[in-house]
T-cell receptor, first 114, second 114 residues
């Protein structure tokens, strides 16, 4: 079974600085997708970014980018120019190709200090 | 604006009571999910439905059942609530195929069982 590990239960960053959240996964499959989800306090979870395993280019969405290292099974999220609104729980998730069910990591709580 | 709506944000129930958590999506999604979220444990899948009247057990189905009589509605049922079912419950939906993994979440239902 696939597993997703987020080794940092909590992280903090100063406003306007850059922070990187770590995620590793374990799979023997070659066809899969990786995601980062954001859950702000008392608000619903939303998708931040998605990466297809077959794509070598790292996905980017505005200030959010990933560092996808397929051989190392690593999928970190970089947030540039951090803003107070980035404070949230961040969950890394894995989807095997052909499946409909995500496997989530345990999450990283990000605090943004003014 | 796409939406997943959970019927109750906060519920307080007694041990042994039957509890219904309702979820409605307006995106005509095939897939619907119920997750349980606990601190330090991340999101754990309780049940998944890929079509009307179709369901699959997730990682922690014990003590829960589900119902999907209409495509837009997915209900989670606790037949006899217990204190260890005190938790945050998240409903999500996604389209099948290419849209798999891109989940749309509701705001969550925080259940307290006394």
């Amino acid at each position: 079974a696939q597993t997703v590990t987020q080794s940092q239960p909590e992280m903090s960053v100063q406003e306007a600085e850059t922070v990187t959240l770590s995620c590793t996964y374990d799979t023997s499959e070659s066809d899969y997708y990786l995601f980062w989800y954001k859950q702000p306090p008392s608000r619903q979870m939303i998708l931040v970014i998605r990466q297809e395993a077959y794509k070598q280019q790292n996905a980017t969405e505005n200030r959010f980018s990933v560092n996808f290292q397929k051989a190392a099974k690593s999928f970190s999220l970089k947030i540039s120019d951090s803003q107070l609104g980035d404070a949230a729980m961040y969950f890394c998730a894995f989807l095997q190709g052909g499946s409909e069910k995500l496997v989530f990591g345990k999450g990283t709580k990000l605090t943004v200090n003014p | 604006d796409v939406k997943v709506t959970q019927s109750s944000r906060y519920l307080v129930k007694r041990t042994g009571e039957k509890v219904f958590l309702e979820c409605v999506q307006d995106m005509d999604h095939e897939n619907m999910f119920w997750y349980r979220q606990d601190p330090g444990l991340g999101l754990r899948l309780i049940y998944f439905s890929y079509d009307v009247k179709m369901k699959e057990k997730g990682d922690i189905p014990e003590g829960y059942s589900v119902s999907r009589e209409k495509k837009e509605r997915f209900s989670l049922i606790l037949e006899s609530a217990s204190t260890n079912q005190t938790s945050m419950y998240l409903c999500a939906s996604s389209s099948a195929g290419e849209g798999a993994g891109e989940l749309f979440f509701g705001e969550g239902s925080r259940l307290t069982v006394l």
